[in-house]
C-alpha cells in the first residue's frame, strides 16, 4: 500500500522540542520534494518546509526558520521535521507530502495537486 504516515506529534510546553516523521511505504522517497505542511482549525493547509529529492534546496516558512529543521533519509525512506523552540502559535495539525513533478518553489502554490499527502499529526503547545 502506497503511503506516508506521519509520527512524533503530542503535547509540549512552550519552549520545548518534537520531531516529527513521516515515513514512506509502497514508494521510494528518493526522487520526491517533500513538504511539510499545517493547518489550523477552519484553515487552509499552508506549507511551512521542505526539502528537494536530493537535499540541495531547503525552504522554510518566516514562521519557522531558525526554529524548525527539515531533513530526509533515503535509505530509511524517511523525512523529519526536527521542531525546537516550539509557541503555542505552533499548534496544529501537520502533514508531510511527497511529490516529483515539484520543487520548494512551487510546492506551496501546488498543494492541492501532490502526488502524496499523510494522515496528519497533531501537535499541541500549551502550559
Known amino acids: 500500500q502506497v503511503q506516508l504516515v506521519e509520527s512524533g506529534g503530542g503535547s509540549v510546553q512552550p519552549g520545548g522540542s518534537l520531531r516529527l516523521s513521516c515515513a514512506a511505504s509502497?514508494?521510494?522517497?528518493?526522487?520526491?520534494?517533500i513538504g511539510w505542511f499545517r493547518q489550523y482549525p477552519g484553515k487552509q493547509r499552508e506549507g511551512i518546509s521542505c526539502?528537494?529529492?536530493?537535499?540541495?534546496?531547503?525552504d522554510y516558512d518566516v514562521s519557522v526558520e531558525g526554529r524548525f529543521t527539515i531533513s530526509r533519509d533515503n535509505a530509511e525512506n524517511t523525512a523529519y521535521l526536527q521542531m525546537n523552540s516550539l509557541k503555542p502559535e505552533d499548534s496544529a495539525v501537520y502533514y508531510c507530502a511527497a511529490d516529483r513533478k515539484r520543487d520548494c518553489n512551487t510546492i506551496r502554490r501546488w498543494f492541492r495537486y501532490l502526488e502524496h499527502w499523510g494522515r496528519g499529526s497533531a501537535v499541541t503547545v500549551s502550559l
Open positions: 526539502i528537494t529529492s536530493s537535499g540541495d534546496m531547503i
Open positions: 509502497g514508494f521510494t522517497l528518493a526522487g520526491y520534494t
